[in-house]
């Protein structure tokens, strides 16, 4: 990992305000590191005199964003995204944590291919990179990948995402392995049959367009499969990318009723803020401008679709209760030529690390969240999550600003405004539908293990001072 603090030096955030909500922190404050983890935050002078002082009057200082969901692409797919580009994608974006989907080429399903994605991820990545490993051998579906194995050399949970595991009493044994290792699986839930040959959302706006539609109930009938085999397993099963309203119902059910096993779900940025009405193009287009197939947005195509405004309101309903604990980007990197083509051939995927948190602040400036709120389901909502494998890794306490903890830490201004323009991304997937968007929130540093991952023209280069003598 590229920016780890060289040992014994020590770095000042200075009198910014400190946003915690792991312990219930909102004060302004400074915030010094050593070594790499948190030495001491508090108000007034420090402890010790530090190196080198940031200084970040009027912006929040967060623990950093952890992403449970998100393609790399590497091995396999470097035309689309590399751990390279990808991590400094996510130092952009304020994530400082990354989970990366196994469906690579070949997929995280040995001992060699996650270690290959974590050596690749300390010697070119700008983020930390915890690996999300295989649920069946080669995603095939057919035979559990090496659970232990996968666990030992650093997998933190299992996945088959880019499909779902179709076979439930399979999904019932990975539950049982996963369950003893103290990791959870984390279900792109579908049913594939019900799903088979959709490129929308089914509805009214799909059938005006001609375009086949993906049922909700597709993703709902995924949900409560999955629901029962956590009750029957006492496992954790997390839902990815829960998009329609009966699933959240379906999980919200759950965690009131539950009698044994556990039950967690994240929401993408672009599930909690946009509708289906984008496939007809930027700002939701008028349908009557809309030539015919080719003259959609294949930016705005994606897996699961983008749903109704019913179930982006039920989606930011849960995310402020709770039924909902993570964002999570599902961050999908393409080449241009993956998504210059027919809707109905194009991608599925939005790349979506560097608008995240912009998009998601939204919520906030419409009163549907509070900023803390914001903030924990950015932070120790996904940490809980991946607990036991973050213990495993030596990385307690993240997702937090608590003294001893990685200091990792997410600086941004929540007034700031900008333009998305897919052309100044790191990451290689310029595959947007929000170019041209205003969106207010910016991130404005990053710092991974006490080394600066990222910092927006004009903080660091101008606040950041050595200090002269220590
Ligand atoms: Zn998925």
Same mark, same amino acid.
């Given at each position: 990992?590229?920016?780890?603090?060289?040992?014994?030096?020590?770095?000042?955030?200075?009198?910014?305000?400190l946003?915690d909500p792991?312990? !219930?922190?909102?004060?302004?404050?400074?915030?010094l590191?050593k070594?790499g983890r948190?030495e001491w935050?508090g108000?007034g002078?420090?402890?010790?005199?530090?190196n080198?002082?940031?200084?970040?009057? !009027?912006?929040?200082?967060?623990?950093?964003?952890?992403? %449970?969901?998100?393609?790399?692409?590497?091995p396999?797919?470097e035309d689309?995204?590399?751990?390279a580009?990808?991590?400094?994608?996510?130092?952009?974006?304020?994530?400082?944590?990354?989970?990366?989907?196994?469906n690579?080429r070949?997929?995280v399903?040995?001992?060699a291919?996650?270690e290959?994605?974590?050596h690749?991820a *300390?010697?070119?990545?700008s983020v930390?990179?915890?690996?999300?490993a295989?649920?069946?051998?080669?995603?095939?579906?057919?035979?559990?990948a090496?659970?232990?194995?996968?666990a030992?050399a650093?997998a933190?949970a299992?996945?088959?995402d880019g *499909?779902?595991?179709?076979?439930?009493?399979?999904?019932?044994?990975?539950l049982?392995?996963?369950?003893?290792?103290g990791?959870?699986v984390?279900?792109h839930?579908?049913?594939?049959a %019900?799903a088979?040959g !959709?490129?929308m959302n089914?509805?009214?706006?799909a059938?005006?367009l001609?375009?086949?539609?993906?049922?909700a109930?597709?993703?709902?009938?995924?949900?409560?499969?999955?629901i029962?085999?956590?009750?029957?397993t006492?496992a954790?099963?997390?839902?990815q990318?829960?998009s329609t309203?009966?699933?959240?119902?379906?999980v919200?059910?759950e965690q009131?009723s539950?009698?044994?096993?556990t039950v967690?779900?994240?929401?993408?940025?672009h599930h909690?803020?946009l509708?289906?009405?984008?496939?007809?193009?930027?700002k939701g287009?008028?349908i009557?401008?809309?030539?015919?197939?080719?003259a959609?947005?294949?930016?705005?195509?994606?897996n699961?679709?983008? *749903?109704?405004?019913a179930?982006?309101?039920?989606l930011?309903?849960?995310?402020a209760?709770?039924?909902i604990?993570?964002?999570a980007?599902?961050?999908?990197?393409?080449t241009?030529a993956?998504?210059?083509?027919e809707?109905?051939?194009?991608a599925?995927?939005?790349?979506?690390?560097?608008?995240?948190?912009? %998009?998601?602040?939204g919520?906030?400036?419409?009163?549907?969240?509070d900023?803390?709120?914001?903030?924990? *389901?950015l932070?120790?909502g996904?940490?809980?999550?991946?607990e036991?494998?973050?213990?495993?890794?030596?990385?307690?306490g993240?997702?937090?600003?608590?003294?001893g903890a990685?200091?990792d830490?997410?600086v941004?201004?929540?007034?700031a405004?900008?333009?998305?323009?897919?052309?100044?991304?790191?990451s290689?997937?310029?595959?947007?539908?929000?170019a041209?968007?205003?969106?207010? !929130?910016?991130?404005?540093?990053?710092i991974?293990?006490?080394?600066?991952?990222?910092?927006?023209?004009?903080?660091?280069?101008?606040?950041?001072?050595?200090?002269?003598?220590a």
């Open positions: 990992m590229a920016p780890t603090q060289a040992e014994g030096k020590t770095l000042l955030i200075h009198e910014g305000r946003l792991s312990q !219930g922190l909102d004060a302004v404050g400074s915030l590191f070594d948190i935050w108000q002078e420090p402890p010790v005199k530090p080198a002082v940031i200084s970040v009057p !009027g912006l929040v200082v967060c623990p950093g964003f952890i992403d %449970l969901h998100c393609h790399l692409r590497e396999g797919f689309k995204e590399t751990i580009t990808g991590t400094r994608a996510a130092a952009r974006g304020g994530f400082t944590t990354v989970c990366s989907m196994a690579t070949p997929t399903d040995s001992r291919t996650v290959l994605v974590l690749k *300390r010697t070119e990545g930390r990179v915890l690996p999300v295989c649920v069946t051998q080669g995603q095939q579906g057919k035979q559990l090496e659970f232990g194995e996968l030992e650093g933190v299992y996945s088959d *499909r779902p595991v179709a076979d439930a009493r399979l999904l019932r044994h990975a049982e392995y996963a369950r003893a290792l990791r959870p984390l279900e839930c579908e049913d594939p %019900l088979a !959709g490129v089914e509805s009214a706006l059938h005006r001609g375009l086949k539609g993906m049922p109930a597709a993703e709902e009938a995924a949900v409560a499969r999955d029962a085999l956590a009750e029957l006492g954790h099963v997390h839902i990318h829960v309203a009966g699933a959240v119902e379906l919200r059910r009131q539950r009698r044994v096993g967690t779900a994240e929401a993408t940025p909690l803020m509708t289906e009405a984008l496939v007809l193009g930027p287009g008028d009557t401008a809309a030539l015919g197939p080719g959609y947005d294949a930016n705005a195509k994606v699961p679709p983008l *749903r109704a405004q179930d982006v309101e039920a930011r309903q849960a995310l209760e709770g039924v604990q993570a964002i980007t599902d961050h999908a990197p393409h241009l993956d998504k210059l083509c809707f109905d051939q194009a599925s995927g939005i790349s979506g690390l560097e608008t995240a948190f912009g %998009l998601v602040m919520l906030v400036h419409a009163s549907v969240l900023l803390p709120t914001l903030v924990a *389901r932070t120790s996904p940490a809980r999550i991946i036991r494998g973050l213990a495993d890794q030596g990385l307690s993240l997702g937090s600003l608590r003294v990685p200091a830490v997410t941004f201004d929540p007034n405004e900008w333009t998305v323009d897919p052309g100044q991304f790191a290689k997937g310029k595959n947007t539908p929000l041209g968007w205003r969106l207010k !929130g910016r991130v404005m540093a990053t991974v293990g006490g080394g600066i991952a990222y910092a927006a023209p004009g903080l660091a280069v101008q606040k950041a001072v050595e200090v002269a003598g």
